[in-house]
């Protein structure tokens, strides 16, 4: 199952939608995200062909670059002023006041050592629409931080989540499914009282059953047991045994607690 990370305000900033458009800094950010391109290009064409005389002047002199923005801003722009300063907000303290999110925003990083610039723009209505089903659980986002375990990670809820190697490649309705399931178990975790006895494991108890629909089950019951409302030892399985030549659909499937998966097929 995917990792639940703390990488979401790892550097991670959104200039406050509150304040009033900075020029100085909006022209900084500009300069900032130009250098950044610059290195990161040259740094890549290094990768290919490190031994070719151009690309060895080239990275000599953006490494400079590089080198002097870093000098001139990092009193100003890396991780410990930019922490004091109200006019940025974390991004998860972002997402929360401002969700769903309406208005273009960019995502911007910095570190100890490099300066504040912009690592992720949402600027259009298919960009914005993306991160709001996000953070509504209806689809994952790809971020773009790597983990610790230097896997691929997605935005979902509240949460970036690692995969684990045998993950990758995985198709986004597996994916809602396994984040659907590991945010209900950390939901319960923090709240047992009220959310009653823990998911133990999402099984299969029919012949393959597509991902999407698995998705759907889940969300008609809001991942509990579709005839007593238990959580634990989750199965999804089929209504009726499906006839030969006969699709799946939404209504065929249905999500059971163990217990009453045993009842039904006389398992006990």
Not at 39 to 52: G, H, I, M, N, T
Not at 122 to 143: E, G, Q, T, Y
Not at 247 to 262: A, G, K, Q
Request: aromatic share 12%; hydrophobic share 35%.
């Amino acid at each position: 199952m995917p990792i639940r990370t703390q990488i979401l305000d790892s550097g991670n900033f959104v200039y406050s939608p509150e304040l009033p458009v900075n020029p100085a800094f909006s022209e900084y950010l500009t300069f900032a995200t130009r250098v950044m391109h610059q290195w990161r290009e040259v740094q890549e064409a290094w990768d290919r062909s490190p031994y070719s005389e151009d690309v060895r002047k080239r990275k000599a002199q953006v490494d400079e670059l590089f080198k002097d923005f870093v000098k001139t801003f990092k009193a100003c722009f890396s991780l410990r002023p930019v922490r004091q300063e109200r006019m940025f907000l974390p991004v998860s303290r972002f997402f929360q006041r401002q969700y769903p999110i309406r208005d273009p925003f960019s995502i911007l990083h910095c570190d100890v050592e490099i300066p504040l610039h912009t690592v992720h723009d949402f600027h259009d209505h298919h960009a914005l629409a993306r991160i709001n089903a996000a953070l509504a659980k209806d689809a994952p986002f790809p971020w773009w931080q790597r983990g610790t375990y230097g896997q691929p990670c997605y935005l979902f809820g509240e949460w970036v989540w690692e995969l684990k190697p045998s993950e990758v490649g995985q198709s986004s309705e597996g994916l809602v499914l396994s984040f659907l399931e590991l945010s209900d178990k950390h939901r319960q975790a923090t709240d047992p009282a009220s959310y009653g006895p823990s998911v133990t494991g999402v099984t299969s108890g029919a012949d393959f059953i597509p991902e999407n629909l698995r998705v759907l089950a889940w969300r008609r019951t809001g991942g509990k047991c579709g005839k007593c409302r238990g959580r634990q030892s989750l199965h999804f399985d089929y209504v009726k045994p499906l006839r030969p030549g006969v699709e799946p659909t939404p209504d065929s499937i249905e999500l059971l607690c163990n217990s009453c998966y045993r009842k039904k097929h006389d398992l006990d």
